[in-house]
């Protein structure tokens, strides 16, 4: 079946530092890749997406590109702030628009 | 103001007993879901429902039920919890069907303590 792999948190940075979190994919076909954020206490809040290969997602700073090559599509963002502390999900959907699948999460620390 | 509402909140419960968690979206979205989030694995989907009276079960369905019967409504059921369904549940929904991909509103999460 299809799965979403992600590093491992949590991911403790300080404030304008660069921020990488990893992410690979298993699925068949064309999937469709996503990165939805967390906030304490809140439900997800979709972040970025990216429908076809080397398309680039990219929303409030952050970027991700959709590389079939290596079934990956990686969060970074340049200057990470205080705010952004939170937990990232990188997830997919199928070709067929249906099963959603979401990877462990990764949880992220600014600290000024 | 477009949400997904979930009620209740906040659930302690005993096992076996009967409960619902309702879920309910005023965006006339077709698609909606139920998952489930437990430290370390993520969401994992329960069931979805691609329009009224069309569910299918997810990736974690054993011990729940739903049902579709409106199209704004997607109660979540658990006939006889047990307490290794202690869990924070979120539904959520959506508008497009097809490709390109579309974007999953979530609700506030309902925590659930079975004891």
């Known amino acids: 079946g299809n799965s979403v792999t992600q590093m491992e948190g949590p991911v403790t940075l300080s404030e304008e530092a660069f921020l990488t979190i990893n992410c690979t994919y298993t699925a068949t076909g064309y999937p469709s890749l996503f990165w939805y954020v967390q906030y304490p206490g809140e439900g997800l809040q979709l972040l970025l997406k990216a429908t076809k290969a080397d398309d680039k997602g990219s929303n409030k700073g952050f970027e991700a590109t959709y590389r079939k090559e290596t079934t990956s599509f990686h969060l970074e963002k340049g200057s990470v702030q205080v705010s952004d502390s939170a937990v990232y999900f990188c997830a997919l959907i199928d070709n067929y628009g249906q099963n959603f699948v979401f990877g462990p999460g990764t949880r992220l620390s600014v600290l000024p | 103001e477009a949400q997904v509402t979930q009620n209740p909140r906040y659930l302690i419960t005993v096992t076996g007993k009967k409960l619902t968690v309702t879920c309910s979206q005023n965006?006339?979205?077709?698609?909606m879901s139920w998952y489930r989030q437990d430290p370390g694995l993520g969401l994992r989907q329960i069931y979805y429902?691609?329009?009224?009276?069309?569910?299918d079960k997810g990736d974690v369905p054993e011990g729940y039920k739903v049902s579709r019967k409106e199209k704004r409504n997607f109660p979540l059921i658990l006939e006889s919890p047990s307490p290794n369904q202690t869990s924070l549940y979120f539904c959520a929904s959506s508008s497009d069907r097809g490709r390109p991909a579309y974007e999953q509103y979530f609700g506030p999460g309902t925590r659930l303590t079975v004891t």
């Open positions: 429902s691609m329009n009224v009276e069309v569910t």
């Open positions: 965006m006339n979205h077709e698609y």
